[in-house]
């Protein structure tokens, strides 16, 4: 597709607010062949209907090695970092029926009755967190509170000891701050974290017989199948998507949601009202219509055609890589009344924020306790937070995959009197 009108695509501008260029696309080049900031070129899937059945394809191989133009190799496709550190073999790169053992395997470790059973955990992180700010009257609520969330609640989870918590937070910052710049830095991040994992790993499988520890890693240890169990790298790479999946993404839920609320008033109000009266299902449905109106992921991660197909009619060739739009499938009009619209109470809403098919989002559970209880928390203990500068101020984080602010100042109403 080369039309002439068609918008410049992933510039500053572009970032800022993408959903104009993604209407367009929709409309003229549903499908359309772009090229991507790295020299890449790739398929660009708007239309909810396509997204759908793209992400649900399995002649859509989720392994590099598909692809014609072999750029994972060279650094170009895939998490900075991950080939030299050796983590291929994650969830996110491969196809049954690797993908189905290492998924069930993995599942039985991390179970929604696990995350259940840690709500109390993430509200004490939260309060933790908030309370570090409350009485300063303004903070940066990337860098303050979406930030470390997750990455304390996730080494939480695994088991990473509470000493150690802090480098994780170091290397996560790494990753975020240069995901879409530099790799170096990055894939030096990676590596630490690896070579810490695969110790911490074979440390707990030392452990196991003595202790009852009932953290993800060792259930991940014990996980098995018909007799099978990971091995030690399986492991360190399973423990580092979920670390990976599970932390910009989160950041992004918290930062793209608050924002949304705070240039949202009525809605706003109508959610800090319904979790002041200690009802839930608003706070839930307001998730959901938070990741949809403006979620974390913004573009799934790659997939490449095993042979010649076609997606809304547009033929693709074998080796091609199949970008699916996640941010302009759920704002389609086909799909969804008045998309642009954000409606925390709406009901029909099967939006992709978490992705469809056998690779949609393992840590979906986490995700939205993580998610209500921050924004709850934040309404509640900050009623009168506001956006401390101008829209136009904010910069969004310039990565292709995913969708976040840099930094999100607000103020409040000091709070005095935080006692722990
Ligand atoms: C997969 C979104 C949080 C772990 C995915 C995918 C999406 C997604 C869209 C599918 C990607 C694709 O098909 O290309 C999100 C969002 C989150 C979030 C929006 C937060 C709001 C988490 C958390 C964890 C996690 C907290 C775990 C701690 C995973 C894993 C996969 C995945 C392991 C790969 C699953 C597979 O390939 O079978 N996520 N995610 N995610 N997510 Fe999440």
Redesign the pocket.
């Known amino acids: 597709m080369t039309d002439a009108s068609a918008p410049t695509l992933f510039t500053w501008e572009f970032a800022a607010d993408p959903y104009p260029a993604y209407a367009w696309l929709r409309e003229h080049a549903p499908v359309h062949r772009s090229t991507l900031p790295s020299g890449v070129e790739a398929w660009l899937v708007t239309r909810y209907a396509d997204a759908r059945q793209a992400?649900a394809d399995a002649r859509l191989s989720?392994n590099p090695v598909h692809h014609s133009e072999r750029a994972h190799a060279k650094g170009k496709v895939g998490i900075p970092g991950e080939r030299s550190a050796d983590l291929m073999t994650?969830?996110?790169n491969?196809d049954p029926p690797d993908?189905t053992r290492?998924?069930r395997l993995?599942s039985k470790a991390?179970t929604p009755r696990r995350v259940a059973e840690f709500a109390p955990r993430v509200v004490e992180l939260t309060d933790r967190l908030i309370d570090s700010f409350a009485s300063r009257g303004e903070a940066d609520l990337i860098h303050e509170f979406a930030f470390p969330l997750?990455i304390y609640?996730?080494c939480d989870?695994l088991g990473v000891p509470a000493e150690d918590q802090d480098d994780f937070r170091d290397w996560a910052g790494m990753m975020i701050r240069h995901g879409g710049g530099p790799r170096g830095g990055v894939a030096r991040s990676v590596k630490k974290m690896r070579a810490y994992l695969l110790e911490l790993i074979h440390r707990k499988r030392g452990a196991l017989r003595d202790e009852g520890a009932d953290d993800l890693i060792s259930g991940l240890i014990r996980a098995s199948d018909h007799g099978e169990h990971l091995t030690e790298n399986e492991a360190a790479a399973?423990a580092f998507?979920?670390?990976f999946?599970?932390?910009e993404?989160?950041v992004?839920?918290i930062g793209n949601g608050t924002y949304a609320l705070l240039r949202n008033p009525e809605q706003r109000r109508l959610l800090q009202d319904s979790v002041a009266q200690g009802e839930s299902a608003l706070l839930a449905s307001a998730v959901e219509e938070l990741?949809r109106y403006d979620?974390?992921?913004e573009l799934?991660?790659?997939?490449f055609a095993t042979e010649p197909l076609r997606i809304g009619g547009q033929p693709i060739g074998t080796g091609d890589p199949v970008l699916?739009v996640?941010a302009a499938a759920d704002r389609d009009p086909e799909r969804f009344a008045g998309p642009d619209t954000l409606d925390l109470a709406r009901r029909d809403n099967p939006h992709?924020?978490?992705?469809?098919?056998?690779?949609?989002?393992?840590?979906?559970p986490?995700?939205?306790l993580?998610?209500q209880t921050a924004l709850a928390t934040l309404l509640t203990r900050l009623p009168d937070l506001q956006l401390a500068v101008e829209p136009e101020e904010l910069r969004w984080r310039g990565g292709l995959i995913m969708r976040g602010l840099r930094t999100l100042p607000v103020s409040f109403t000091a709070v005095r009197d935080v006692t722990n």
């Open positions: 992400l989720k994650h969830l996110l491969i993908h290492l998924r993995v991390f997750p609640a996730i989870l399973m998507i979920l670390l999946a599970g932390f993404t989160t992004n839920l990741l979620g974390p992921v799934a991660t790659w997939r699916v996640l992709l924020g978490f992705g469809h098919g056998i690779h949609y989002c393992l840590g979906a986490l995700a939205r993580e998610g």
